[in-house]
């Protein structure tokens, strides 16, 4: 069975930082590239980072870039997300995700997470 597990989140100041851990399982990890997604109410589900099994590379979102900072652990089949100097924005369900790509969309995952919220005040 495929399972992507998030845990991490939580409340948080503004300002504050948390780290958030996704444990895969039933595929093989290092073939596919993570993605940490995230969605509030009202909203579609964006893309915050993904990470490439090729290069090792993360790419972020605008809005997270300088401040999150994702890695993989392949032996651990794990993928994290730092956040660091947490904004009210940075508010949001994050999943955990396998696919993921370059561009801006959902349309590349296979398989998702059931989410950790994060919930961040001002």
């Known amino acids: 069975e495929v399972q992507l597990v998030e845990s991490g989140g939580g409340l948080v100041q503004a300002g504050g930082s948390l780290r958030l851990s996704c444990t895969a399982s039933?595929?093989?990890?290092?073939?596919?590239?993570i993605g940490w997604f995230r969605q509030v109410p009202g909203k579609e589900r964006e893309r915050v980072a993904c990470?490439?099994?090729?290069?090792?590379?993360?790419v972020y979102s605008t809005s997270v870039k300088g401040r999150f900072t994702m890695s993989s652990d392949n032996a651990k089949n794990m993928a994290y997300l730092q956040m660091n100097s947490l904004k009210p924005e940075d508010t949001a369900v994050y999943y955990c995700?396998?696919?993921?790509?370059?561009?801006?969309?959902?349309?590349?995952?296979?398989?998702w997470g059931r989410g950790t919220s994060v919930s961040v005040s001002s």
């Open positions: 039933g595929f093989t990890f290092d073939r596919y590239a």
């Open positions: 995700a396998a696919d993921c790509s370059y561009y801006h969309t959902t349309g590349y995952v296979e398989f």
């Open positions: 990470i490439f099994n090729d290069d090792g590379k993360p």
